[in-house]
């Protein structure tokens, strides 16, 4: 399976994906963008708040993603082949926007998404009007460094705790039943922090994810993000 959002810039004589994804970055994209905000929302049986990554080694990038009211926010040094990554290399400013879940309208994180790409137009002077909410106001946690905990085994899956919730280290956060109701397995926290993203499906195979906990680790080298 190709994910398309690795494969930027594309390559001319690539495969599908990466042709389209060069058809797009050499005739559309470069050249034409001063700023850019790729959307998506988690994967199916995943769930996510309204959060962004942003690459706060760069000043516009990290004033960017704090002009929106997201839940959440990761300083990240961004993932080679992404949207985001390709346009922040081409000294393109850029931010990744996750707006919740996927395959579901949810207003809310609809409204405040919109409240931030309106914040950045008025920011850049493309539209007039004054400031809405933004991440100071919505009191947005700002983490530099993500935990995954996945299952271990295959089962049936109960997630304990709820996106946006927070956690401290060593708190029960999943536990996993056998088809006769048994416990298998008890998944605790990795550390102190928030929790970003859960696996909302019951049923978990091997390494999938249950809970994603995003945390600020205090090592000089993470400031910008791990």
Not at 168 to 183: I, P
Request: with cysteine; glycine share 8%.
């Amino acid at each position: 399976m190709v994910d398309f959002n690795r494969d930027w810039p594309g390559k001319e004589k690539g495969n599908a994906a990466e042709q389209q994804a060069w058809l797009l970055w050499n005739n559309l994209w470069a050249g034409n963008a001063t700023l850019f905000v790729d959307m998506h929302t988690q994967s199916r049986g995943t769930e996510y708040p309204l959060f962004i990554y942003a690459d706060y080694r760069n000043p516009q990038v990290k004033q960017m993603a704090e002009l929106f009211p997201a839940d959440q926010i990761k300083a990240d040094p961004g993932e080679k082949g992404s949207v985001e990554t390709t346009f922040v290399e081409n000294k393109i400013p850029a931010i990744t926007l996750e707006i919740g879940k996927p395959k579901l309208y949810q207003p809310e994180l609809i409204a405040r998404s919109l409240t931030g790409v309106r914040n950045l137009m008025v920011q850049q002077g493309m539209t007039a009007g004054t400031l809405g909410t933004t991440a100071k106001e919505q009191k947005t946690f700002i983490g530099n460094e993500m935990s995954s905990i996945r299952a271990e085994v295959g089962g049936f899956a109960e997630v304990l705790v709820k996106v946006g919730d927070s956690v401290v280290k060593g708190q029960k956060v999943a536990v996993q039943r056998n088809a006769f109701g048994d416990t298998i397995r008890e998944y605790t926290a990795t550390h102190d922090g928030r929790v970003l993203a859960i696996g909302n499906d019951p049923l978990r195979e091997p390494r999938a994810l249950l809970v994603r906990i995003l945390f600020n680790n205090p090592e000089p080298q993470c400031a910008d993000g791990c």
